[in-house]
């Protein structure tokens, strides 16, 4: 079910993810996520921008109960700038390490490059199919620029997430209680597979060209326990399917391919909690 924890692959043409079921060491970690121990800011960044180590702000939460299960890192094609591209760390707090079906997460991402401030987002981590969620709109993100006390911010702001828990706990039965028709799947599957694919309405001629991948492909289950139709077993098949790839299809010409899993954090970030909102969307009609 989880990589190995010494293992760090490819999530993409530019980033790199290690995942572990256990909480990660600081070696495991650098292997796949060496900007989390940058010694200085980039050379791009004024006098004004406080450095402050991401792992220094990660050793001050690991203080406060929060664990690292998963990093990742966008590459850089600028030489000598990968040592300080963004990195997401998806944490846990002591007693929410393995509860099942999903435990709760706190997604922390930050760079040294000026690309990002501080930023604390909520997420969610399903076991059964390793699907990393980040929630919509139920809790507000924080951010944190680079300045002042960044690791005493950074910490008062993951308890704020921490807090925020019991209302996503509270969205997600919902969504699990309510059963969807087949026609409300395939409405939630297309809405879908317009933000992931939007990008190729515009072609060389100017016209429209279909997705890569139908609607109906979207809702289709990969594993047992993902079958049924309730709002929240459906929003995982279509996420999966989304973040994930992997998928039989036809290029815009006709040729055949699989899709690609999404390749950067920001879009996955952004897709991940639009697709969230969606289901949001559908439960608030439903109900």
Known sequence: MFQSPSLATRFGRNVQVIRSECPLAEDQMRSAAPSIFATGKHGSRSER????????????????????????????????????????????????????????????????DGASSYQMLAGMFRFVCCNGLVVGEVVDDIRIPHKGDIQGEVIEGAFRVLDEFDAVAEHTE???????????????????LALRFGERSIEETGGHSPAPVTAEQLIEARRPEDLGHSLWTTFQRVQEN????????????????????????DRGVSLNRALWMLAEEMRKLKA
Do not use: C, W
């Not at 998963?70 to 591209?85: D, H, L, N, P, Y």
């Open 49 to 112: 921008y406080t450095y402050i180590p991401t792992i220094d702000v990660l050793r001050g939460l690991r203080r406060e109960g929060f664990e690292p299960f998963m990093v990742a890192q966008s590459k850089s094609r600028i030489e000598g700038k990968t040592e300080f591209t963004k990195h997401m760390i998806r944490m846990r707090h002591a007693g929410q390490v393995n509860t099942r079906p999903e435990a709760n997460e706190i997604i922390l991402i930050n760079s040294h």
């Open 174 to 192: 919902a969504m699990k209680a309510l059963q969807l028709r087949p026609p409300e799947e395939l409405a939630l599957a297309t809405a879908a």
């Open 242 to 265: 989304v973040i994930r790839g992997g998928q039989p299809g036809r290029s815009a010409q006709g040729r055949r391919l699989q899709t690609r899993p999404v390749a950067s954090i």
